[in-house]
C-alpha cells in the first residue's frame, strides 16, 4: 500500500473515530477563527483552527490532527455542521457540547520526525494557554485527544508537561503547556520500540534513538497526571492493545484517575457503533473532568521533579 494511502486511513478514519451520531448545526450556531499562527518553522506557519459553540462551557479541546505523525489540512468547515462527512460528524458532537474546538497541526514527516512534533504541539498548548481570554476559554480546563499518533502526543502532553522556561524571550515559551484531560485512541506509548523500524511507511521514526526516551509517555507516569482515557480495540495489529494497558498500569500504580475501554472486534480504527461508543466515552470523560468544578489533578513535569528532590 502506498504512505499516501496510510496516512489517508490513519488520520481521517483512525485518529477521527467513524461514528454515526449527527449533530444539527444551524449557520450561527458556531464560529470558526481558521487558520490561526502559533509558530513558523522551515519558513512555514504552524496553524490551528478554532471551532466556538454559540454556548461555551468555558472549556477547550484540543484535537491532535496526527496520523503516522503527519498532519493534514482541510477545511475547517469539513469537521463540523450538516455538511461534515459521516467520519467527521464525532467533531460536531464535541462542539455540541459546548467545547471549544482548537483543530492542532504539527510539522509532518518525511520532512520533520516525531520530536519535531512533540515541540510543535506543546507550543500550540502554550499558544492557547497565552491567549486562552482571546478564545473564551479556561487555561486550567483544556482537553486533549487524537488516535495512533495523535494518541501518543496527547499522553506526552498528559504525563511529560512543563511550566515554561521561564528565561525565554518569547511569551509563548515561557507560559506552560500542561492540559487537564486527556483522551487517547490505540496510542503508542514507548517510541524506544518504534524508532528506526517501518520507516518506508512512516519516516517519522527515523531519529536519534538517544531522543526516544524524553518521548515516550510510559516513562513519565507519576500522581499528578491529568485523568486519561485510553480506547483501544483487541484486534489492533498496527499498535497492539499491550500498548494501552502498560500506561494503564502505570496510571494505576500512581493512582492517576485512568480507565481502558476495549472494544472488542475493533482493529487500528472504529467505525459504526464501535466509533459510537468511543465518542460517547471521550465526550463523558471530557464533561467529568473539564467541568468548571472538576477535582484538578495535573501538575507540570518541573513540580514533578521538585516533589522527587
Not at 2 to 20: D, E, G, N, P, Q
Not at 157 to 165: C, F, K
Not at 293 to 298: R, T, V
Request: glycine fraction near 8%.
Amino acid at each position: 500500500m502506498k504512505r499516501s494511502s496510510i496516512v489517508l486511513i490513519v488520520v481521517c478514519v483512525i485518529c477521527i473515530s467513524a461514528c454515526h451520531a449527527r449533530s444539527a448545526f444551524a449557520d450561527d450556531t458556531y464560529k470558526i477563527i481558521p487558520d490561526v499562527v502559533y509558530g513558523h518553522k522551515a519558513g512555514m506557519a504552524l496553524t490551528f483552527d478554532v471551532v466556538r459553540p454559540k454556548k461555551p462551557n468555558g472549556a477547550g479541546v484540543l484535537f491532535m490532527v496526527s496520523g503516522g505523525w503527519v498532519s493534514f489540512w482541510m477545511p475547517p468547515e469539513t469537521f463540523v455542521g450538516p455538511k461534515a462527512p459521516e467520519y467527521l460528524r464525532h467533531f460536531g458532537e464535541i462542539v455540541d457540547h459546548g467545547y471549544t474546538l482548537f483543530i492542532v497541526r504539527h510539522g509532518s514527516s518525511p520532512q520533520f520526525k516525531v520530536p519535531d512534533a512533540v515541540a510543535d504541539v506543546r507550543r500550540a498548548v502554550r499558544y492557547i494557554r497565552l491567549n486562552a481570554a482571546k478564545f473564551e476559554v479556561d487555561p486550567n480546563r483544556l482537553g486533549v485527544c487524537g488516535g495512533s499518533a495523535g494518541g501518543h502526543l496527547s499522553l506526552v502532553l498528559g504525563t511529560a508537561s512543563d511550566e515554561g522556561d521561564k528565561k525565554a524571550k518569547d511569551d509563548i515559551e515561557r507560559t506552560s503547556d500542561r492540559v487537564a484531560a486527556v483522551v487517547a485512541y490505540f496510542p503508542p506509548v514507548d517510541l524506544r520500540e518504534w524508532v528506526g523500524t517501518k520507516i518506508d511507511k512512516f519516516p517519522a521514526l527515523d531519529f536519534d534513538k538517544k531522543l526516544a526516551d524524553s518521548i515516550s509517555p510510559v516513562l513519565f507516569v507519576t500522581n499528578d497526571d491529568p485523568p486519561t482515557l485510553l480506547i483501544h480495540g483487541d484486534k489492533d495489529t498496527l499498535v497492539k492493545l499491550d500498548n494501552s494497558q502498560r500506561i494503564l498500569d502505570e496510571f494505576k500504580k500512581h493512582n492517576v484517575p485512568c480507565d481502558l475501554i476495549v472494544i472488542p472486534g475493533a482493529g487500528h480504527g472504529f467505525v459504526g457503533e464501535q466509533g459510537r461508543q468511543a465518542s460517547e466515552a471521550l465526550i463523558a470523560w471530557f464533561d467529568k473532568y473539564l467541568s468548571a468544578d472538576a477535582p484538578k489533578n495535573g501538575k507540570s513535569s518541573s513540580e514533578k521533579a521538585a516533589a522527587a528532590d
